[in-house]
């Protein structure tokens, strides 16, 4: 029987953690793939300003 994916998302400086959990995924035979997070501490206001922004103007339709 074929278990489910698991998708797991770690910030690469992580690595401590990561490997403890893809060691416990591979032990009971869970197939994973990983994808890196990005540290939203390390982005600056006027990323996250011009991201916003960007965001709103392709259409989103929520209210600021």
């Not at 893809?22 to 793939?33: A, F, S, W």
């Not at 990983?34 to 209210?63: C, Q």
């Amino acid at each position: 029987m074929k278990l489910m994916k698991a998708f797991v998302i770690s910030l690469k400086k992580d690595l401590e953690k990561r490997t403890a959990l893809l060691t416990q995924c591979q032990n009971i035979g869970l197939e994973t793939e990983v994808f890196y997070a990005v540290d939203g501490a390390t982005l600056s206001e006027e990323f996250i300003s011009r991201s916003v922004d960007n965001y709103f103007a392709m259409g989103a339709n929520y209210e600021r």
